[in-house]
């Protein structure tokens, strides 16, 4: 009954933006903290992006600070990925998910292709 439906990728030159959006069912999305895993080819997933449950913290990887930006609507039940300035290296499946705690990680959805290349 989890769902994850990651959306908004695509391709884009360098430098360019995109905004991921990531609708959730079937959990308490409002009472959880997320994330954004990105999944670069031949690699594992990496986190780059933490929001709290009600979204007053946020935390990236270095890889990515300054550049996105995480954020929810809660009463939506969706997190969203603003990037900016985008890499080459950000080329990735992006997926979202919960933080692992008590609980352990969602079941991962189909994530989003975002592919940086002129």
Known sequence: QVQLVESGGGLVQPGG?????CPASGF?????????YPQ???????LV????????????????KGRFTISRDNAKNTMYLQMNS???EDTAVYYCNK?????????????TQVTVSS
Request: glycine share 12%.
């Open 17 to 21: 933006p995109l905004r991921l959006s």
């Open 28 to 36: 308490p999305f409002s009472r959880w903290s997320m994330t954004w």
């Open 40 to 46: 670069a080819p031949g690699k594992e997933r990496e």
């Open 49 to 64: 992006a933490v929001i709290t449950s009600a979204g007053g913290s946020t935390n990236y990887a270095d890889s990515v």
């Open 86 to 88: 985008l890499k080459p």
């Open 99 to 111: 933080v692992a705690g008590v609980t352990a990680l969602l079941p991962w959805g189909q994530g």
